[in-house]
């Protein structure tokens, strides 16, 4: 069994920054893809970030697009998610998500791609 888990939530204000970490363990499985997504209250999970971890490409949501950075980490299996200049609209539970099937930069972009996620995280921006 693979298993995901995020860390690195919390709060923090308006403007300020925080990074998010996940780690993948257990069962070993070929990675294509680590993707990060988020849920706000009363709203459908949505796409924020991907990567391909086979040459690092990358993918962003308009909405985080300048402001997050998606990375990887190959010998530790984690992927990260520096969040920048954030704001009180990117309050949500961040999820982690992993995919061993090829699919398109387009496609990457739909929760129903991944195969593999985390329980979540909470990030809370005040303002």
């Known amino acids: 069994q693979v298993q995901l888990v995020e860390s690195g939530g919390g709060l923090v204000q308006v403007g300020g920054s925080l990074r998010l970490s996940c780690a993948a363990s257990?069962?070993?499985?070929?990675?294509?893809?680590m993707g990060w997504f988020r849920q706000a209250p009363g709203k459908e999970r949505e796409f924020v970030a991907h990567i391909v971890w086979s040459d690092g490409s990358t993918d962003y949501a308009d909405s985080v697009k300048g402001r997050f950075t998606i990375s990887r980490d190959n010998t530790k299996n984690m992927t990260s998610l520096q969040m920048n200049s954030l704001k009180p609209e990117d309050t949500a539970v961040y999820y982690c998500?992993?995919?061993?099937?090829?699919?398109?930069?387009?496609?990457?972009?739909?929760?129903?791609?991944?195969?593999?996620w985390g329980q979540g995280t909470q990030v809370t921006v005040s303002s």
């Open positions: 998500a992993a995919t061993s099937s090829p699919s398109g930069r387009t496609w990457l972009r739909f929760a129903d791609r991944y195969w593999y």
């Open positions: 257990g069962r070993p499985f070929s990675r294509y893809a």
